[in-house]
């Protein structure tokens, strides 16, 4: 790996740390990103693998009444025996430390709670909801492609899984954040595009705050043009208008593409605006109906009533295959962090910004995918 991706991908780390370490301090979580393990990755003994047969091994699962189920007031969880749909989530890096290269599956991370409510819970309008536990890599194991191995060897055993126990032939969501999209551009590429049937039967994927390369429509999986149109892909990356911190996460970057990993030649980023569901245009702050504010502790270990949503916070327009967005000094607590006053970075509330609208998306696209089977 060249020094300039080395420094690339060690700053990305120190960035994905600060902005998810709300409570400990910006100067400590860059300290945190910018170190790592003791010992090379082919020296430690990787923590056990998760058995996607046992309840311990998913993150969410129906039945529950987890925090995934949880909703603003206003809104309602669809019904999990009538649910039209399913959604596989991919979650983020959660553990925000560098004593190893992977998390232990069922590890207690910073950021396990808030990604249940703020995220996964965007789809339990419209779905059932499934997103596995896997061995994520810590800050530094993003940096090693032997941990990013086997991150996605989880997260690929719990989609054959999902699919041979829980899918039924059903459409499906596949949904990612941050590490999480990292994963599912390689997850539609081995395990969907390639498969009729489930190409057949995905109804979108929302790869959210991460590099989704625009080939993508040369394998059959074009970017969404419209709110209702299916077998599509969406993705966007939020920056603060005129900013370009988060340039990191679409430019020179480490992905998967075509069976093996890509350093350099990076395409043009996908980027879709959520409040319009196309690349072009700008959509005014009159278009959001609501935002969620970031969770904070203590969080509620069961589905709960999130906060009331703020509608009209931001618009948002393509520019550079980054989404940028205008969030007013004056916003309720919750909207800022220390990484979009440093950096200009959305990152943290990729979903939080524009919450309505693709709680609403997700279940006009279930829709639509129905129709267009009668």
């Known amino acids: 790996m060249k020094p300039l991706q080395r420094l690339r991908l060690s700053l990305l780390a120190a960035l994905a ?21 003791d010992k090379p990755f082919n020296q430690m003994t990787p923590p056990p693998a998760p ?5 311990d ?11 995934e189920r949880s909703t603003p ?22 553990y925000l430390h560098n004593d190893v290269w992977n998390a232990a599956y069922d590890v207690a991370g910073d950021y396990n709670a808030p990604v249940l ?6 789809f339990n309008g419209c779905c059932r909801i499934y997103a596995p536990h896997y061995r994520q890599a810590s800050l530094a194991g993003l940096k090693n492609h032997a941990a990013v191995e086997l991150a996605y060897g989880d997260v690929a055993k719990a989609f054959r899984w999902y699919i041979a126990h829980e899918n039924h032939g059903r459409p499906f969501i596949v949904a990612s954040h ?27 994927a929302y790869a959210i705050g991460a590099y989704a390369p625009s080939s993508f429509a040369t394998l059959g999986l074009p970017a969404c043009t419209e709110a209702t149109a299916t077998g599509c892909i969406v993705s966007w990356n939020t920056t603060q208008k005129g900013r370009t911190g988060a340039r990191m996460l679409t430019r020179n970057v480490d992905y998967w593409w075509q069976g093996k990993h890509q350093m350099s030649g990076t395409l043009a980023a996908i980027c879709t605006n959520p409040l319009i569901w196309t690349a072009d ?20 270990k069961t589905a709960t009533t999130l906060p009331a949503l703020t509608p009209h916070l931001t618009g948002a327009q393509c520019k550079d295959n980054l989404l940028e967005v205008d969030v007013p000094d004056s916003a309720p607590k919750g909207f800022h962090d220390a990484l979009t006053f440093v950096y200009g970075s959305y990152h943290k509330n990729d979903y939080g910004l524009f919450y309505a609208s693709i709680r609403q998306n997700a279940s006009d696209r279930v829709k639509a995918w129905q129709a267009a089977q009668h």
Not at 22 to 31: H, M
Not at 51 to 55: E, G, V
Not at 191 to 203: A, D, R, S, T, Y
Not at 281 to 300: E, K, R
Request: hydrophobic share 45%; net charge neutral; glycine share 10%.
């Open 281 to 300: 245009g700008v959509a005014p702050a009159s278009a959001n109906a609501g935002a969620l504010t970031f969770p904070t502790p203590p969080y509620p």
């Open 178 to 204: 941050s590490q999480g999209t990292g994963h599912l551009v390689r997850l539609l590429q081995d395990e969907i595009l390639n498969n009729p049937q489930l190409k057949k039967q995905l109804v979108a």
């Open 17 to 37: 740390g600060a902005l998810a370490l709300s409570g400990c301090g910006v100067i400590k979580a860059v300290r945190e990103g910018m170190t790592k393990p």
């Open 51 to 55: 058995d996607f047969d046992k309840p």
């Open 57 to 67: 091994a998913w993150f969410a699962f129906p039945g529950r009444n987890g925090l």
């Open 117 to 122: 409510l703020a995220q996964a819970s965007d």
């Open 73 to 94: 007031p206003g809104f309602a969880a669809v019904d999990e025996a009538t649910a039209p749909a399913d959604v596989f989530f991919i979650h983020p890096t959660m």
